[in-house]
T-cell receptor, first 114, second 113 residues
């Protein structure tokens, strides 16, 4: 299994540009999520999905859109990039198991917005 | 809401020293508790976990005990190695799917030879 994969690894955008960060998992996990990691702030949840066709907002959803058309894929879209979105983005997935919600993380995408 | 507090560091130790990274949490229910580790340039990996009070999670020489009375989940290792240098995150989850995953700010550990 490849686990959770993310592309690209690095990206530089200009203010106002749009782009999509890709995330895929091959573990048949129901739950997928996107986080951003900023210095001194840990990881903050952007959006999550509990299954195909179902998405919801996390702690910091503004400026980001998601969709979940398949179990495997959960892309994150930046419609109009802003310097405040410079961050490292992690995708994660997990299965639903009573009492255990371990998440598996991708390697991350480092995004710089100029 | 739920929250996790941990010492932010950085923590610098010599090889074979004893490690403690403190973690306390606030939660309304009975969350599962986790320690994740992030090596340079990589994503987060689960280090250990505990799902109920008094459970002890352990892996690679690291241990942490779920203490409900003190709402704590401190990470310990008896003898650290240079290869343990990384950022360590304490986290909790109280949702069915993990949508209520909350991370601490992370503690950077550097181990010197």
């Amino acid at each position: 299994n490849a686990g959770v994969t993310q592309t690209p690894k690095f990206q530089v955008l200009k203010t106002g540009q749009s782009m999509t960060l890709q995330c895929a998992q091959d573990m048949n996990h129901e739950y997928m999520s996107w986080y951003r990691q900023d210095p001194g702030m840990g990881l903050r949840l952007i959006h999550y999905s509990v299954g195909a066709g179902i998405t919801d907002q996390g702690e910091v959803p503004n400026g980001y859109n998601v969709s979940r058309s398949t179990t495997e894929d959960f892309p994150l879209r930046l419609l109009s990039a802003a310097p405040s979105q410079t961050s490292v983005y992690f995708c994660a997935s997990s299965y639903r198991a009573s009492g255990v919600n371990e998440q598996f993380f991708g390697p991350g995408t480092r995004l710089t917005v100029l | 809401g739920n929250s996790v507090t941990q010492m932010e560091g950085p923590v610098t130790l010599s090889e074979e020293a004893f490690l403690t990274i403190n973690c306390t949490y606030t939660a309304t229910g009975y969350p599962s508790l986790f320690w994740y580790v992030q090596y340079p340039g990589e994503g987060l990996q689960l280090l250990l976990k505990a799902t109920k009070a008094d459970d002890k999670g352990s892996n690679k020489g690291f241990e942490a005990t779920y203490r409900k009375e003190t709402t704590s989940f401190h990470l310990e290792k008896g003898s650290v190695q240079v290869s343990d240098s990384a950022v360590y995150f304490c986290a909790l989850s109280d949702g069915d799917y993990g949508q209520n995953f909350v991370f601490g700010p992370g503690t950077r550990l550097s181990v010197l030879p």
